[in-house]
Structures are given as C-alpha cells and as structure tokens.
C-alpha cells in the first residue's frame, strides 16, 4: 500500500467513525480496492492469457463475507436468507478459526484466562474485549462460538428451518430486509403487484408495487452460572465442556422458546404471539382437552398452498395420549387406521412432520398444537458471543460467576393472513384454540 494512502488512514478518524469500521477494516478495504484496480490494469494487456483467467475467478468479500461476484460479473448477497445455515455460512467466514490465531493452546485455556483476568490479566485478551472488557467481558473466539451455534444446530426446532441472516461484527444491531406486502390476491394483487392482460399495442394500465420493510434490531441474551472454584480445579472434566455444556444447553432451550413464545417486548416476537398466525377454533361439542381429527383438517385447510411442502407439526407433549388416539375408520369391516405413523423416532400426521416439544401451551389451551412453516419466519443473528465473568461477586462462596450474551432478533415474515381469490384467508403458521 502506498504511503499517501497510509497517511490517509492515519489522519481519518472523522471518516472512521463515520463509517461505524474501524481502521483495521477500513485497510482492508482500500486494499481490495487496489487490488481490484491492479488487476484490472492487467487484464489490458493479459486478458487471454490463463493466469490472468485464474486470478479474475470470484473471490469473497473478506471484510463482510456478504457480496461475491457471479459468473455474470454482478454481485448477490452472500448472507441472504437460507435454511440449515452453518456458522460459517451464515457470517461468510471462508474457513474455520482456530484457537491459535488468538494464541490460546485449547479453550480451557482460554476460558481460565478470562476466569484469571481479574487476578492476572492476560494480553491475549486484549483484542477480545468488548464494552466492559476490564470487568471481564470478551468475545469468544470464533472456534468456541462456531462449536456453540453449530451444536445447537441439530438439535433446534425453529433455527435450522428459518431464514437466518447473520450480523458481522461491526455492521451495527440492526437489519432492515426489503419485502412485499402480499396481503390479498382478490383483486389479481400478487406479491404487492397487480398485473393486467392487454393486447400488444394497447394501452398500458399504470400501477405501483407494494413494498415494505421489515426492521429488526438485536436483543441481548444473557445465559448465568455460577461455578464453585473447587469443581473448576479439582474436576477431571475438561472446564470447556463443563462450562461450555451448560451455556450450550440453556440457548437452545431459550432461542426456541423466544421464536414461539416471545412478546417482542426486549426479545423476538414469537410465532404464537404473530397475527400472522391463524387460529382453528374446537368443533362444536367437542370435549374440553382433547384433539380430534377435525381440527387437523381444519388446521391444514388455513394453511397457505404455498406453505404445505414445508410445513411441519409441532405438539405439546400432554398432547400424545389425544394424538394417539386418532384414527380413521374405511369400509364397513370396522378397520381402523392411526392418523399419527412413524418409525424409530420420527412421526408423522397427515404426511406431515410431527415434533414433540415443552415450548407450547397444555393440551386444552390456545396453541398447544401447532402446524407451521417456519421457513416464514426471519431470524438475526448478531456475530460474536460474549463471556464474561466475576471471581469477586461470590467470593466469600468460593465461587466463579459465568455469563454468555447472545444477540439476535427474531419474527415472522409476513404481517397477517393472506386473502386467496376465493376469499378464503389462510397463514403460514395456524394453532389450535382452545379446547
């Protein structure tokens, strides 16, 4: 790099602070920039030549991992919305970190040395901490929070099925994702655009697309523990995993929990808490606190066309003893056949996924079965989990507090039900009301 472009950056911190980058980054950038500019002066007299070819293939975006060129010399983005993200998928890292970048020999290594900062501050850290890094809050290293995320992965119910966007360090808490307002296709309205038939030559009707934004902004998550210093010297179990496990666990619990329940008040709003999820009410006579087979085909039929290929049952669990009583009568030779069917584990309703999960209400209360299509539902992930940490709070306990903060955001794609041409008005998400 140049010196006048090394005097820049040492003299723009107006420019740095405009941009919300720090000037690590904003290096990085005027250097891909010039990189691109050489290149480009090469391809003036190198064009043809094969090495010229392989140096021009798409490279990604180092600094934000979110634009990549396509073959057509454009740009997507690269963190847009998909299902089943990896952690490095999500944030567009283009290989895994490892502990030794930071100069850690293991995350028990890492993980004493935040536990030891108070008492024996160590410099590895000190490009790790974030807000209240002298109290003992860092980030934790990609390894540790690509091994967090990426567990938990399998093991969710709404996360791996969402559209998840992911939030790189240093981009800001909030995300502003462009989308249509697709509210009513009675009057030839789809996907915010009314469209017309008309001869070749004829005149053209005139009319504007619908648009809106949808918001979000992170919200922190904050996981505690306290740890007796004892077990943490004494134990034959790797501190990593006996800390590690813990933390893992509970976010999991609580990210699913929010996605379905949450008020939006500080947290995601929660598909039960959406009106963009539709509600079957009980047949009548039906018997307080039970599920009968009118209320899945009443549950399907509010469900959008669009949303049958990925829709997927969740139940509460005091609801299989009901469940498991469904069935279907054919012919007259009194055969029965159960509406719930599965195999080493896995059930399925109506040739639908079913999920058996705590995060619902009881059976008998508005929602304690759910039929969703969680691939309408927008997740935020902000990169860079949090540890912090306090040997002095319980002291006289002999005891180390832990805490890890996750930010995120999360709520559904659309913002109600959707008027067919028929009148009918049907949603992505529909519970069962009350029994």
Not at 168 to 185: Q, V
Not at 188 to 208: D, L, P
């Amino acid at each position: 790099m140049s010196r006048r472009i090394k005097t820049l950056i040492q003299s723009g911190k107006e420019v740095i602070f405009f941009m919300g980058i720090t000037k690590n980054e904003l290096v990085e950038l005027i250097t891909q920039q010039v990189e691109k500019g050489f290149r480009d002066n090469l391809g003036k007299s190198f064009g043809d030549s094969d090495m010229y070819k392989e140096l021009m293939k798409p490279q990604k975006n180092k600094m934000f991992g979110t634009l990549e060129s396509d073959d057509n010399g454009g740009f997507f983005n690269k963190n847009k919305a998909g299902f089943n993200k990896s952690y490095n998928q999500i944030f567009g890292n283009e290989k895994d970190a490892i502990l030794s970048d930071g100069g850690f020999n293991s995350l028990d290594d890492y993980i004493l040395a935040v536990k030891n900062m108070s008492i024996s501050p160590d410099v590895r850290l000190r490009d790790m901490s974030e807000g209240v890094g002298s109290e003992g809050g860092f980030l934790l290293p990609a390894e540790l929070e690509k091994k967090v995320l990426d567990a938990n992965l399998e093991d969710e119910i709404v996360r791996p099925r969402a559209q998840v966007y992911g939030l790189r360090k240093g981009r800001g808490n909030s995300l502003t994702i462009p989308a249509t307002a697709d509210t009513d296709h009675s009057s030839f309205e789809v996907a915010g655009i009314v469209s017309y038939w008309g001869e070749e030559a004829g005149t053209k009707t005139e009319t504007q697309p619908k648009l809106r934004q949808i918001s979000m902004k992170v919200n922190e998550l904050y996981a505690y523990s306290e740890t007796s210093d004892i077990l943490l010297e004494d134990s034959f179990i790797p501190i990593s995993d006996l800390v590690g496990k813990l933390f893992h666990q509970n976010l999991k619990w609580r990210f699913d929990n929010a996605f379905l329940n949450g008020t939006g008040g500080g947290q995601p709003k929660g598909i039960l808490q959406s009106n963009a999820c539709g509600e079957q009410s009980a047949e009548s006579g039906q018997d307080a606190s039970t599920i009968c087979y009118e209320n899945l085909c009443g549950m399907l039929g509010k469900l959008m066309p669009g949303s049958f290929k990925n829709s997927v049952w969740l139940a509460e669990i005091s609801t299989i003893p009901s469940i498991l009583k469904l069935s279907l009568k054919v012919g007259t030779a009194g055969v029965y056949f159960p509406v719930l069917t599965g195999a080493a584990g896995k059930f399925n309703m109506l040739y639908r996924p079913v999920i058996f999960t705590e995060h619902l209400p009881a059976l008998g209360s508005a929602g304690c079965l759910l039929l969703a299509d969680f691939s309408q539902y927008l997740i935020v992930l902000k990169e860079g989990l949090r540890l912090e940490t306090s040997r002095d709070f319980k002291f006289r306990q002999n005891q180390t507090v832990f805490r890890m903060v996750a930010r995120l955001d999360g709520q559904t794609a659309a913002t109600g039900g959707l008027t067919l041409k028929s009148g009918t008005v049907v949603y992505p998400f529909v519970k069962l009301g009350e029994v």
